[in-house]
């Protein structure tokens, strides 16, 4: 489907005015807005973090390249050396927590669900439902927990070629009711009214603030009546943000 019209467009004054928003959200909230990269280097803002990122300059008047946050964590995780298409190259080395992760999982989605007439009767009334994992990977969530759960449809998202390719393997028989799509989640882009439960579990920090919030739009108008989306992320405890320059730019 086609991009949608940004609720946040491309321009300097935008992705300002967002930032404000956030800082003086944090402010209030939880009385910080600094943060810190995993290189060392500390920031007394989430503007000047986007400023050094190369961000916060008008289109055509910085002489610079333009910021391409994306291309680092799409050559890492597209490299076979930095991630192994396996649970425990999908968890960073942590495979021993997959099934904790998935039973906990599991009985929120339950909650969540019993919560929902709508959404009930479609999974569990035999009336076709389809969820989506965002950043699938070789689809850990689509095998463990979504397909088990009862959708009759299931599609995974996934940035890198390699790792999707290696999904149908990985997930075996259940392949035969997944739709795999290889894309980038600042461009994924739905249909309307297409998905009872969409999955985004430790994928969003590697969105720019812009494209997250166009991203959430454009998921929660892909949403059928009564269906959820579920963000499942890891938080700072007292920072605003800790950006990790490992496998992003």
Known sequence: TDIQ????????KARI??????????????????G??????????????????????EEDGAG???????????????????????IDGMLGGFAV??????VASTLFLKEVIDCRPLLKARI???????????GAGIGRLTKGLLSPFGFKNCDLIETSPRLIHAAPEYIGEVAAKCTFICQGLQDFCPEPEFYDV????????????????????????????????????????????????????
Request: glycine share 6%.
């Open 5 to 12: 019209p940004a609720l946040i467009p491309n321009t300097l």
């Open 36 to 57: 810190r990269d995993s290189n060392g280097r500390e920031y007394d803002s989430i503007k000047e973090m986007w400023h050094y990122e190369g961000f916060l300059r």
């Open 124 to 134: 569990e009334g035999g009336i076709s439902s389809r969820s989506c994992e965002c």
């Open 97 to 102: 927590l997959t099934e904790r992760d998935i």
């Open 17 to 34: 005015d967002l930032i404000h928003r956030i800082e003086n959200y944090l402010t209030k909230k939880f009385q910080v807005y600094s």
């Open 198 to 249: 969409i999955w985004i579990q430790w994928v969003i920090s590697y969105l720019t603030d812009w494209d997250l919030v166009n991203f959430l739009n454009r998921m929660g108008k892909a949403l059928k009546k009564g269906g959820v989306i579920i963000i499942k992320e890891n938080a700072c405890n007292n920072l605003a943000f800790d950006s990790d320059k490992d496998d992003c730019d």
């Open 64 to 86: 610079g390249k333009k910021p391409r946050w994306y291309d680092k964590s799409h050559s890492f995780w597209e490299t076979e050396n930095n991630v192994k298409a396996t």
